[in-house]
C-alpha cells in the first residue's frame, strides 16, 4: 500500500488548491478513502471520506467549500478546497479506512494506512 500526497502550498485566504493522492498496491474503488489533517499542536481532523459507492462525507468546518473525488482509472483521489481560511493551515494526509462506516470520524484514525502528507498554508 502506497499513498503519495501532492498539491499542497501557499494560498491566501479566499483562494483555492487541489491536492492529490496517487495510490498504488491496491485499487481505491475497492475501499474508504479519505483526506485528514493535523495542524502544529492539534489533535488530527478528519476532513472528507468518499465511499465506495462515490458517496461523499465532510466535516462541518469543510461543508461547501472541499470537495473529494476519486479518478479510478488513475487510481487517485482529490481534495479541491477552495475558500481557503488560515485555520484550513495544515498538513493534509490521504488515508484508506479501515472503519465502517466509511466516515470522517474514524478516517483519522491510527491504523489507517496514510501518507506522508502535504503541507497548506492560507495567509
Known amino acids: 500500500v502506497q499513498l503519495v500526497e501532492s498539491g499542497g502550498g501557499s494560498a491566501q485566504a479566499g483562494g483555492s488548491l487541489t491536492l492529490a493522492c496517487e495510490i498504488s498496491g491496491f485499487t481505491d474503488s475497492r475501499y474508504c478513502m479519505g483526506w485528514f489533517r493535523q495542524a502544529p499542536g492539534k489533535e488530527r481532523e478528519g476532513v472528507a471520506t468518499?465511499?465506495?459507492?462515490?458517496?461523499?462525507t465532510y466535516a462541518e468546518s469543510v461543508k461547501g467549500r472541499f470537495t473529494i473525488s476519486k479518478d479510478v482509472a488513475k487510481n487517485t483521489l482529490y481534495l479541491q478546497m477552495s475558500s481557503l481560511k488560515p485555520e484550513d493551515t495544515a498538513m493534509y494526509y490521504c488515508?484508506?479506512?479501515?472503519?465502517?462506516?466509511?466516515?470522517?470520524?474514524?478516517?483519522?484514525?491510527?491504523?489507517?494506512?496514510r501518507g506522508r502528507g502535504t503541507q497548506v498554508t492560507v495567509s
Open positions: 488515508a484508506r479506512s479501515v472503519y465502517i462506516p466509511c466516515a470522517v470520524d474514524t478516517v483519522a484514525a491510527e491504523d489507517n494506512s
Open positions: 468518499i465511499n465506495i459507492l462515490g458517496t461523499p
